[in-house]
């Protein structure tokens, strides 16, 4: 719309007329004249109406979409400071009727509905500010990314989201009917990452995920993102984690620089980074967690939601000021087929979990690069290297030592902004019982 001006950029324009469009948040109307606030992108603004202008506005309801001209003028406030401003109208024109009435109110300060109901009526949901301040850091951390994988010369990649039946084996994924043939939605673009840093030999990408998860938890979705990346000719997983680490900060410090006003609008402080996250084995992290509650969980080849809990959110920030630790080493039965072993201890993987503010955000670790330990570690996994063909194509003509990370948006975003349901934190949300909006 030429010459619109943002409701952010009003307070410059004061003394000025100027055409703001948006739509109709809320209406006051004290009989001799009213109030409409008007909401954009960027925030809210008071316009007042003469009589005539709210007649015009009768009969129609919240969400209609108006474009107003007026003056921009200091607001009336008992507050000396405040330099609020508000635009005395001129003109108001409908640039899109609203006659029924919202099914969820979305101009108060909160949306005060159960999260099925905020999400069966996400069309409308989405538009209260807090709800959409949630998606605008989401869109920050992928910038941040983004720029920092570019940065170091590393090129995106779009991987497939179809596939044939044979895939990671083990957890459970979606049946597809392709054409009479039986093809499956992708668990992970690991396969596909790894082929394109053979080439390239620093990828990275926003991936799709689907999981036929069996039940719905606050931390799964059926259908989620993954920040991947994946790096060839590193010297050790040190590599790969530092990698990481410093992809971590960079998304973190987009949010701090470019969304100042969501973290103030969801009263969100990010959590401390440190200088730098502890990574401790994983068999290290049981006993500091015993250590430190007296859960004894140490006999155990994973860290339990408790465990993950406790070390990033009491451990790693009291002492290494720091809402994320590196856990490493996890056994070789707990990780998929193309990780590399640990050769100082086969039962043992060169792995590693981020865990970030609550849960665990990232796997990633060490590949294995040489064809035939790929083929025996196929093998000792129960799968046929025959249904890995493709893959093993790599190994076969050559690839280098490398590792990579994949990284969970949605559930990145829960734990930075401090969400209880990772369906929060995604903005057309996949779950067992989920399919719409
Ligand atoms: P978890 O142990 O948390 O169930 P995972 O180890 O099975 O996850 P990975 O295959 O390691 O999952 O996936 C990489 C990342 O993707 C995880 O660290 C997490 O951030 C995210 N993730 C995994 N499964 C889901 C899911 N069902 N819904 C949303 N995000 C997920
Ligand atoms: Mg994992």
């Known amino acids: 719309m030429q010459h619109r001006i943002l409701i952010r950029d009003l307070p410059a324009k004061l003394g000025e007329t100027v055409i703001v469009a948006g739509w109709l948040h809320r209406l006051r109307d004290l009989s001799k004249f009213g109030f409409a606030i008007l909401r954009d992108r960027t925030g809210l603004v008071q316009v007042v109406l003469s009589t005539e202008q709210l007649e015009s506005l009768k009969g129609f309801q919240v969400e209609t979409v108006l474009k107003v001209t007026g003056e921009v003028v200091k607001k009336q406030s008992k507050d000396p400071n405040a330099n609020e401003v508000e635009i005395q109208a001129m003109s108001v024109e409908i640039l899109s009727p609203v006659k029924d009435v919202v ?139 530092a990698y990481g680490e410093s992809a971590t900060r960079a998304m973190l410090a987009e949010v701090a620089m470019s969304c100042v006003p969501e973290l103030e609008l969801l009263g969100v402080t990010l959590p401390p980074l440190g200088d730098r996250f502890p990574r401790v084995k994983l068999k290290e992290a049981l006993e500091i967690y015993k250590a430190g509650t007296g859960i004894d969980e140490t006999q155990e080849p994973d860290l339990s939601p408790a465990a993950e809990k406790w070390l990033s959110t009491q451990w790693a920030p009291k002492e290494h000021g720091t809402g994320f630790v590196f856990v490493t080493h996890y056994p070789e039965s707990k990780r998929p087929f193309y990780v590399a072993l640990d050769p100082e201890d086969p039962t043992s993987t060169l792995s590693f979990d981020l865990i970030g503010f609550g849960s665990e955000i990232v796997s990633g670790g060490m590949r294995i690069n040489r064809y035939d330990e ?45 969400l209880a349901n990772i369906k929060e934190a995604t903005i057309f949300p996949r779950d067992v019982q989920r399919l719409r909006p």
């Open 103 to 241: 099914p969820v109110e979305i101009n108060k300060e909160e949306v005060d509905v159960q999260l099925d109901t905020l999400l069966d009526n996400r069309v409308v949901t989405l538009r209260h500010p807090k709800q959409r301040a949630i998606f605008r850091v989401q869109a920050a951390l992928v910038h941040g990314f983004r720029s920092f994988m570019e940065s170091q010369g590393f090129t995106e990649i779009f991987f497939p989201v179809l596939a044939g039946a044979a895939s990671e084996g083990g957890a459970e994924f979606f049946r597809v009917d392709y054409y009479g043939r039986e093809a499956t939605l992708t668990q992970s673009a690991q396969l596909y990452k790894q082929i394109t840093m053979g080439v390239y030999e620093g990828v990275y990408g926003v991936s799709y995920s689907f999981r036929a998860e069996k039940f719905a938890t606050s931390r799964h979705l059926t259908e989620f993102n993954q920040l991947e990346f994946e790096v060839g000719f590193v010297d050790d997983m040190e590599d790969v984690m």
């Open 374 to 418: 790929q083929i025996a570690r196929i093998k000792a996994k129960g799968l046929k290297p025959e249904e890995f063909e493709d893959y093993l194509m790599m190994h076969k003509y050559g690839i280098p030592p490398e590792g990579g990370w994949g990284m969970g948006l949605q559930r990145l975003t829960q734990n930075v902004l401090g």
